[in-house]
C-alpha cells in the first residue's frame, strides 16, 4: 500500500468533499533543490536534488549537507541534478552525518556500487562524511540513507569510478 493510502481512503469524499484535493497529495514525498550548505531536518525526509539540470555544480566552491539528528524511519536519497561538479579541489559536494544536527559523528554505514571497473565496496566500518567527488561525479549519481534511531545506513550508486566516497 502507498504512504498515506490508508489515510486517503477513509477520508476522501467525507465533509462534502472538503479533503478530496489534500488526499490526492498523500502519496507524494517531498523534494528539496540543495545548491548551498545545508542543514536538513527531519520535516525534509525526501528527495534531495543537488544541483541544477544542465548547469556545471560548484563552480566556485562546493558545499556541505549535515543530516540531522538520527531518527528512526527519516530517509533521504540525494542526487546529482548537474551534468558534473567543477574541476575545482574545493568543489566536492559533502554529506555528513551528525549526532545532533551539526556535530559530526561516525553514524554512516554501507555500500558504495559503481559501474566502473571498481565495482563499488561494502562499508563495514561506521563513517561521517560521504562526498560526491569533484571532475568526477555526473548526472544521476545517488546516495541514499535511512536511519534506525542510533545510525544511518548507505546505499550508494555512482557512473564513474570513485566518483563518491564514504570515509
Known amino acids: ?49 543537488l544541483g541544477v539540470v544542465g548547469t556545471q555544480q560548484a563552480v566556485g566552491t562546493g558545499f556541505n549537507v549535515n543530516l540531522p539528528t538520527p531518527t528512526r524511519g527519516a530517509w533521504y536519497k540525494f542526487i546529482l541534478a548537474a551534468p558534473s561538479i567543477a574541476n575545482n579541489s574545493n568543489a566536492a559536494i559533502t554529506i555528513t552525518s551528525t549526532s545532533d544536527g551539526s556535530t559530526a559523528a561516525n553514524l554512516i554505514i554501507g555500500n558504495l556500487r559503481g559501474h566502473g571497473d571498481d565495482e563499488g565496496a561494502n562499508v563495514v566500518a561506521v563513517a561521517d562524511l560521504i562526498t560526491i567527488v569533484h571532475n568526477k561525479a555526473t548526472a544521476g549519481d545517488m546516495v541514499e540513507v535511512w536511519s534506525d534511531g542510533t545510525n544511518w545506513f548507505a546505499d550508494i550508486v555512482y557512473d564513474v569510478d570513485s566518483s563518491i566516497t564514504l570515509a
Open 1 to 49: 500500500m502507498q504512504i498515506g493510502q490508508s489515510l486517503k481512503n477513509p477520508l476522501k469524499n467525507t465533509n462534502g468533499g472538503y479533503f478530496d484535493s489534500m488526499c490526492d497529495q498523500f502519496n507524494f514525498c517531498n523534494v528539496t533543490n540543495v545548491n548551498a550548505a545545508k542543514n536538513l531536518s527531519v520535516h525534509e525526509s525526501g528527495y534531495i536534488i
